[in-house]
């Protein structure tokens, strides 16, 4: 049983049953001049038009990109200019964000961590403070794919280009796009990421939503494909993929939000019912889409492989990836060592079942229980 879900996710049988035959009409390199070449270009553009329609981005444009780390690199460091004064970005970014801030401080950037609060959201007071007219650049993501918090981007964006007009405002919506409503018209951000394996596409395609007014500058250089930002030959399937993707999970958001905020009801009852001693991360407002909790006791990493033998897949929280600074989110936002050690991850699809649900409830049960009686 797969509840990792926040790392990837399977691909939709409707997308895989339709590659076959859009690898025979559209393999061609859309660079080639020839009409297949052609007919190939345009199937890619018709993707990427369809897909800036599900972001709602009526003006702008959409660079694909091989992951939404890179789009994420694309945004924030194709926008970073020699005199760029400030940047910010909240102290619960995934790597792809955080790291790229971390390496602009180091090239002498003045770049803030704006906090979280307890909930796992942007803390608004310090943001109002940090927040000051001579920053050019913020990224904050939609949902943290640590805990499922969403971050209330507009009323961010708002207070930021009340400060400053010209402020760039990009965010990272990977955990958020297909799984709640996205409008980046009406969140009125200049750029937007999204991810193709996170909403049931292929691995390997991003897509970088960019407001018309932005110029960015390529951080990929070679052949001058999209718009000379990315430079690679387009990979048209992947592509297809995340169109595809974006369509289903936009015509069937709010049926599989149901079906997930179900899971996750069905989940925590059980969980309440079950005796055992845990702490939630994760809070009635978040996405349902991902809990974060510590089983207090249990080594995260060995709850995790003896949950794995037992034939459940659930994600290494924070603990598991502190070398990789995995725990700074939940430390950002107060929670004890101790629960850090024990947090794990569990993360729904679509395609999890009640019943399922049922049976990570036995298991995790059963496992905690033994894994207690052995230490003590
Ligand atoms: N941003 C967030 C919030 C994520 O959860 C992830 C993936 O874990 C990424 C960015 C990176 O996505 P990709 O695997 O497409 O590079």
Excluded: W
Aim: with cysteine; net charge neutral; hydrophobic share 35%.
């Amino acid at each position: 049983m797969f509840f990792d879900n926040a790392s990837t996710t399977k691909i939709d049988d409707e997308i895989i049953n339709q590659l076959s035959q859009i690898n025979n009409e559209y393999f061609y390199n859309p660079g080639g001049l020839y009409r297949s070449g052609r007919k190939s270009k345009d199937f890619l553009n018709k993707c990427r038009e369809d897909i800036k329609g599900f972001l709602n981005g009526e003006d702008g444009s959409v660079v694909l990109c091989g992951s939404a780390t890179e789009c994420n690199n694309l945004a924030i460091l194709g926008s970073v200019k020699k005199n760029t004064r400030k940047i910010l970005v909240s102290a619960g970014e995934h790597p792809s964000v955080y790291n790229v801030a971390l390496e602009l401080k180091n090239r002498g950037y003045d770049v803030g961590f704006v906090p979280l609060s307890s909930k796992g959201v942007v803390d608004y007071d310090s943001f109002t403070k940090m927040m000051t007219e001579d920053v050019d650049l913020v990224s904050i993501m939609h949902v943290s794919n640590e805990t499922g918090a969403i971050n209330n981007i507009a009323r961010l964006v708002e207070y930021a280009k009340s400060v400053n007009e010209n402020v760039i405002f990009h965010c990272d919506g990977v955990q958020a796009f297909g799984k709640i409503d996205v409008n980046v018209d009406d969140l009125n951000v200049d750029m937007y990421t999204i991810s193709a394996h996170k909403i049931h596409g292929c691995k390997g395609v991003g897509a970088l939503y960019v407001a018309p007014n932005i110029k960015l500058k390529p951080i990929v250089f070679g052949g001058g494909q999209e718009g000379g930002l990315r430079s690679g030959t387009e990979n048209i399937l992947g592509v297809f993929t995340l169109a595809e993707a974006c369509r289903l999970a936009t015509q069937n958001l709010n049926k599989n939000y149901d079906h997930v905020a179900s899971l996750k009801k069905c989940f925590l009852e059980g969980l309440n019912l079950s005796g055992l001693k845990f702490v939630l991360h994760s809070f009635g407002e978040n996405s349902p889409y991902i809990v974060s909790i510590s089983f207090m006791g249990c080594r995260a990493e060995t709850l995790l492989n003896m949950l794995d033998d037992k034939g459940v897949m659930i994600g290494n929280g924070s603990a598991c990836s502190s070398k990789n600074s995995g725990n700074r989110i939940l430390e950002n936002m107060g929670v004890s060592k101790q629960e850090i050690e024990s947090n794990i991850r569990i993360s729904f699809s679509k395609y999890n079942t009640i019943d399922e649900v049922k049976e990570l409830l036995k298991i995790l049960k059963n496992t905690v229980v033994e894994y207690l009686s052995k230490i003590t």
